[in-house]
């Protein structure tokens, strides 16, 4: 597969991590590589590129670029918008992103994961349950290390799970996993794809190559999910209440088989019910032992940043769920415990419309807001008639939920904005609330 890039000219489009991965491997298999980002590298950036010896052009994209070019690699977060594109695909030019890269250069197999939400917590259960096997077993995309550094590691008898988002999956052509999820779909990425049926296609595009001998895994109760199932081919799916995978009288169930209760399972939160259960319908292909799974589903506590389990902080059951950055991801949250919830929220301001998270507000006890959307939520908290507060950060933020929680109660960061009024990521602003937390129980033991 490699030969197929020697004294090819290949322009990567991108200088992040994932770009100079993928300039790496072209590099090293015989491509004439040339490196261009709109903006600037960082200096570190700058120094690995260098080591690479490949033409660079940073600051912006010349369409000059484009008459010495046969393949653009793109990363995925650069838009199709921008002009050294539209004039690419006008001269029909090859555009992939390092997902399809990833694919070219190994014979490994691929079990892909893409969803609105749920996406990481689910590949990392589905990467963990499958290390009991006999198979090696490596993690890429948007978590771990990037694909194609992984791919071109990787042996044949190899699996390889990936996290796959809806930019990257807008670039692929011959990516075929022999397993793949679609867990649900609901308005994200707007700006970037247009409008929603565009991205519930690109999201579709996960389908695209397999066939009847492959596993494909779909949300049963979500209709926009099910219109993505190609029509010659036939999915398990999941669901709470019904389908291949699903609870019945409070036990995970495989095909009508009991694999263990939910009150055992380490995930909480009833969103993560419904991760297990795609996870368990990816993984049956391979023949994982029973014992290994249940262990698994025993003791796999989640992922940081998606509803976290911080600990018992003072009484109160406290959770991080800072990659909540839509409503969906909130109204899962809010909606997976039993017990009465403080909720801390708020961030950046996109106009979206709170509404919809009023029907899984029924145990939030008390609001605490912060930041550029905190008085829209202290509204929409008032407008349910509970006690709710508008604060500037969430220094102020959590000391104030404290006060407003009992002993058993559960403190949840489930924010429904971006990170960016005040944090660079939502991993900055959950680590931020989990030290927050830290040092109130240390001043109030």
């Not at 404290?402 to 602003?429: I, N």
């Amino acid at each position: 597969m490699q030969k197929q890039w020697k004294g090819k000219r290949v322009l990567v489009l991108g200088a992040a991590r994932s770009g100079i991965a993928a300039a790496a491997y072209l590099n090293d298999v015989g491509a004439i590589v040339t490196i261009n980002a709109g903006s600037e590298p960082t200096a570190e950036e700058r120094a690995k590129i260098e080591t690479l010896g490949v033409r660079s052009i940073f600051g912006s994209h010349p369409l000059t670029l484009l008459d010495e070019t046969d393949v653009i690699v793109k990363n995925p977060g650069i838009p199709y918008h921008i002009p050294l594109l539209q004039e690419a695909l006008t001269r029909h030019m090859p555009i992939y992103t390092e997902v399809e890269l990833a694919y070219l250069a190994t014979d490994a197999t691929f079990v892909g994961i893409t969803g609105s939400n749920g996406k990481t917590t689910t590949t990392t259960l589905v990467h963990e349950l499958l290390k009991g096997g006999t198979r090696p077993v490596h993690v890429a995309g948007n978590i771990g290390f990037p694909a194609i550094e992984v791919a071109s590691k990787a042996q044949a008898d190899d699996i390889i799970v990936i996290e796959l988002s809806s930019f990257q999956l807008m670039g692929v052509e011959a990516f075929h996993p022999k397993a793949a999820a679609l867990l649900n779909l609901s308005e994200a990425h707007l700006d970037y794809h247009g409008d929603f049926e565009s991205y519930a296609d690109a999201k579709g595009n996960l389908f695209r190559n397999m066939t009847d001998a492959d596993r494909l895994v779909v949300k049963r109760a979500d209709a926009e999910v099910m219109k993505r199932v190609p029509e010659q081919l036939t999915a398990q799916t999941f669901g709470y209440e019904a389908g291949d995978a699903c609870v019945t009288d409070g036990w995970i169930t495989l095909h009508g088989n009991a694999v263990i209760p939910v009150s055992e399972l380490a995930l909480g939160g009833a969103h993560n019910v419904e991760n297990v259960l795609a996870a368990l319908l990816l993984i049956e292909p391979f023949d994982i032992p029973r014992s290994h799974v249940e262990r698994v589903l025993r003791t796999f506590g989640g992922v940081a940043h998606r509803t976290e389990n911080v600990g018992r902080i003072l009484g109160r059951n406290v959770y991080n769920d800072s990659k909540a950055t839509n409503n969906v991801a909130t109204e899962a949250a809010l909606a997976g415990f039993t017990s009465p919830i403080v909720w801390l929220c708020g961030g950046l301001e996109r106009g979206a419309d709170l509404a919809s998270l009023i029907p899984a507000m029924a145990r939030v006890k008390a609001v605490v807001a912060y930041g550029e959307t905190a008085e829209r939520f202290k509204t929409l908290g008032e407008s349910q008639g509970i006690p709710s507060f508008a604060v500037d950060t969430l220094e102020a933020a959590v000391p104030l939920a404290f006060r407003q929680s009992a002993e058993d109660d559960v403190l949840l960061l489930s924010p429904a904005c971006a990170s960016w009024d005040q944090y660079k990521t939502f991993e900055e602003r959950g680590e931020h609330f989990v030290d927050l937390v830290r040092k109130y129980e240390e001043a109030n033991r």
